[in-house]
Structure formats: C-alpha cells, structure tokens
C-alpha cells in the first residue's frame, strides 16, 4: 500500500484515488447516507460492509454517477469531481460491475463490449477487435472467447464479459458489487485471482459483499456503515476479526454457526419422483429429477442460480405443472395440484421472492399472518373474519418472533427485510407444517437477521419438520443441512452427507459424484 501524499503535491499523485467527503443522500422518508466518509487508495481492495439498507449501494451509486449527493464532496485523484451520469463517471475512471449482468445475450463478447461507443462508428471491423479483447482479456486473466454468444457463456465466464467492458473504457477504479453471488466456489477463487491481477495491473477496487469470511480473504481494508453512518472507515483488514466486524455492522454480538443437534431422520415426507417440467419459456429446467426429505431433517440443494432451482421449488408448492413424474407429501400425490391443496396437508413455504410472492406488502401485519387459515376457525367465524382472533393471533406472533414493527396493522412494505422474512416465517410455522420449502431465506440480509433465521429453521427440525432448503450460499448449507445434493442444469448431480467443499463445488460446475469419484478429482465421500 503506498504512502499518504499531499493532495497538493503536484510531483506526486494523492494516494488516494477516491475520497468521498460527508457525503449525505436523502430519499423521501429515509437518510440513506448520513455525512459519510470513504477512502480508497491506489493499487488495493477495499470493501465496503453493512447490513441491508446501510446505504452501501447508494454511496457506490453516487460514485457511479447514477445519484447525485445533497451534501459532500468528491475527489478523484485529488480532483473535485460532479458526476451527472455514469458516462461521467467512467470518463474520470470509474466503473461499476453490477450484480446483475447488463448484457445482450444474443450478442457475442466484442459486440456486447463495443455496444454504446463511440467507435467504431461505421464498420465494426469485429476480427480487429475480437483480438484487442482477447489480448485485454490474457492481460488481466480474464480468459474468454470474443467470438461466442452471451448465452453461450456460463455466470462466470457473463462476470468477465463484465469486468473486461469496465477496462476496455478505461476503468482505473472498479466497483465490484456482490460478486461472488452467483458463482461456484471455483468460480469464486478464479475472480479472486483475476482482482489480485487487476491490483497488480495499477488498478483500484471496491468489494461489495455481505460475505464476512470473503472480505476477510480478499481485502486489504474495510469501511463499514450502519443505518447510514459509517461506524469503521478504512480499518486495516489483518487488524480486526471477522466478529468485531459483524458487531460493527448490526451492533451486537452476532454467533456465526449456530448450534445443530444431532438428529436422526425419519419417514420420507417428500418424495419428488423423475419430474420433469419446463420453465417460463417453454424449455425444459427440471430434466428426470428425484429427491426425498425426511422428517427431522434439512436436506440442502445447491447450484448456481438459473440450474432449476426455482423451477422445482414452484413445482412442489404447487405453482408450477410437471410434465412427467409426480411429487408426494407425507405419501399424497400433490404435483398439478393447488397450491391451497397442499398446504391444507402440510406444506409451508418460504419463497425467494419476499416482497411480492412471500407477501402483500400494501396489506397489514394482521392481514399477511392470517393468509393460510382465515378460512379455519378461530380465526374464521361462519363466512367473516374475527378481526378480534385474527389481531391477537398477529400480536402474539409479533411477540414470540420479535418481529420490529410499530403494530400489527402497519402494512408490511414500510419494514426491513429481516423483519420481513420473521413474517413469513412466523406464518408458515405457526401453521405446524409437516414440510416446510425455504428458497434463498437468507438472501439480502444482515448477519443479525441470518443467525434469527437460522435458529427458526433449525428450531424446526428439531420439531420434527422436514426441510428443503435451497440456497446459493455454501457456507448456510453447510451450516444447517444434514444432507446436501446439487443441481446442475435441472439434473442431480448427487447427494454428500459431509462438508466435502471440493466435492460440490466440482457437482455446481456440472461433474456427477460417480465421475468425480471415478476420476479422483477430490476426496472419496
């Protein structure tokens, strides 16, 4: 890490590259940015951590140039700079790579990176480019075809596709935000190598991530907001420990692992047998898949997003049609069935989607908690609703859920995301499930939210439930399941019943366990 130098110091550049200077962003009702400060220095990774709704992304959006600050000032290369869009930002060296890729997939590599220049202007002259990419690519260990269609290409490769647009405009500082989100851990250690390449190239990066144990691998400082303020700015990354970190963020104590008890699984509850169903366009996503859960028992799927994980889970909730095979529950057929079918025998269900699937943000607490049994008594009185039960009901899972809410009749749009899913949680658990289908539960949220979610899932497992859970977070599976089996391309890959990380992030790149063994590629399970 270079040395600090003077900003008017004409014969040597200012170490830091970027310097924001109390910065404040309003939007209505909320401070999003309280007067914050953030430095970044040449040549390093810094990241930048809080809890959901901390006001990370929007400082790195006022940087970016896609919102303009109310307050503040910022430097790039010791320059004041006021950017008016990203186009603005870029030109100063500044470039984002969002968590979802800004990509044609009909495009090749050349063409999605050229798209929005200046030049070429009238012929493309594609070979010409295909090779600067390709030796831009080589430079900065970011190997892809130039040739080959987005589509063709799988996240990780998308990523890169990313990283090298940034640099082919010049990108001296680039905003990396979530990277790691939706890639294998193999995938992981490559863009790893690829940033430590970049660093060693000149260039500068922020690292955006919820993920404590990849910021403490990967970065050489950190900045940490909470509700807006910043409560660490620019800590030395060896200097502090990943739970003094986690305390920064969410302002408590946090336990990391929670306590699983053994268990001793027992009858098949789920029983999804040869399905095969296709997703919203037609093609197939779920290709002759089998699996089954056990009572007592947290059975993991993993696999990169986009492999069928969320087709199976709307297949077994009853949301979406099978083609062939059939799905049981607690041994009832319940594939093309109604959603209300199966939760009338035992199904809960905790969709990725919190805010428009999980619930009815316009609607209270009341109304949100009651949405599975206001046709049951007590909650049902004859054709109406006792809104006397119902309010009691909703106070008292309020209560045991501790649920941040002013009362029960605030509509559920005005909370946080963690008290969101302690919602959605509540209600579903409340109705004693026998099968409990949990998609992405923690996705979004701080590390005080994670652990409650955790406890809640493993509480019922403990009660007897059986639990599908589904994630792209490795180190949440291997926390809770008991079992975990990858998908790959809407296909099993097999099933580990250890914590053998080269064994399935080898499955989430498409091998099977039988040739993974076969091969020796890791360790026998």
Not at 46 to 68: F, P, W
Not at 388 to 403: G, H, P, R, S
Request: aromatic fraction near 4%.
């Amino acid at each position: 890490m270079m040395a600090k130098n003077s900003h008017n110091d004409i014969d040597n550049p200012p170490s830091f590259v970027v310097e924001m200077r109390g910065i404040v962003k309003r939007f209505p009702g909320v401070l999003a940015n309280d007067h914050v400060d953030f430095r970044l220095h040449r040549g390093e990774i810094h990241a930048l951590l809080g809890e959901n709704g901390a006001g990370k992304s929007t400082l790195m959006n006022v940087l970016a140039g896609l919102y303009r600050q109310e307050v503040g000032t910022v430097l790039v290369n010791g320059q004041l700079v006021n950017f008016s869009s990203p186009g603005d930002a870029i030109q100063a060296g500044i470039g984002m790579v969002h968590q979802h890729f800004m990509l044609v997939p009909s495009q090749s590599v050349t063409e999605n990176i050229l798209l929005g220049l200046d030049k070429p202007r009238f012929r493309m002259e594609l070979a010409k480019y295909d090779s600067v990419i390709a030796e831009l690519g080589e430079r900065f260990g970011l190997r892809v075809d130039p040739r080959a269609k987005i589509w063709q290409l799988s996240v990780g490769e998308q990523q890169r596709v990313e990283i090298i647009k940034m640099l082919y405009r010049g990108a001296e500082v680039l905003i990396m935000d979530e990277p790691t989100a939706v890639l294998a851990p193999q995938e992981i250690e490559v863009l790893f190598n690829t940033l430590h390449s970049m660093i060693a190239n000149g260039k500068s990066i922020i690292f955006i991530s919820h993920k404590l144990q990849e910021v403490m691998a990967i970065a050489d400082r950190v900045t940490v907001l909470q509700r807006g303020k910043t409560t660490a700015e620019g800590l030395e990354i060896e200097n502090i420990t990943r739970r003094e970190l986690a305390h920064l963020m969410v302002g408590r104590d946090v336990v990391f692992r929670v306590d699983k008890k053994p268990s001793e699984p027992g009858n098949v509850v789920l029983d999804v047998q040869n399905v095969v169903a296709e997703n919203d366009k037609g093609l197939t996503a779920i290709q002759n898949l089998s699996l089954q859960v056990r009572a007592g028992e947290i059975f993991g799927l993993a696999g990169v997003a986009g492999n069928g994980q969320r087709e199976l889970a709307q297949v077994i909730t009853g949301l979406r049609k099978v083609n062939q095979g059939r799905v049981l529950l607690n041994n009832k057929v319940i594939s093309n069935r109604s959603a209300r079918f199966s939760i009338q025998r035992g199904l809960a269900y905790v969709p990725e989607d919190r805010t428009h699937v999980g619930t009815s943000p316009n609607l209270s607490m009341t109304d949100n908690v009651i949405m599975k049994n206001y046709r049951q008594p007590p909650i049902a009185r004859g054709w109406a609703i006792d809104m006397t039960t119902a309010t009691t009901f909703a106070k008292d899972l309020k209560q045991d859920y501790d649920i941040a809410i002013p009362n029960v009749d605030t509509p559920v749009r005005l909370l946080s995301g963690g008290n969101l899913q302690r919602v959605i949680l509540a209600r579903e658990i409340s109705g004693a499930p026998t099968l409990m289908v949990a998609v992405q539960p923690t996705r979004g949220l701080d590390v005080g939210a994670i652990e409650s979610v955790h406890r809640l899932l493993l509480s019922q497992r403990e009660a007897g439930t059986a639990i599908l859970l589904i994630s792209e977070d490795l180190e949440e599976l291997l926390a809770l399941s008991d079992c975990i089996a990858v998908i790959y391309e809407g296909q099993i890959m097999g099933e580990v019943m250890d914590e053998n990380i080269d064994i399935i992030g080898l499955m989430m790149t498409g091998m099977d366990l039988e040739e993974i063994q076969a091969g020796g590629s890791a360790k026998n399970v």
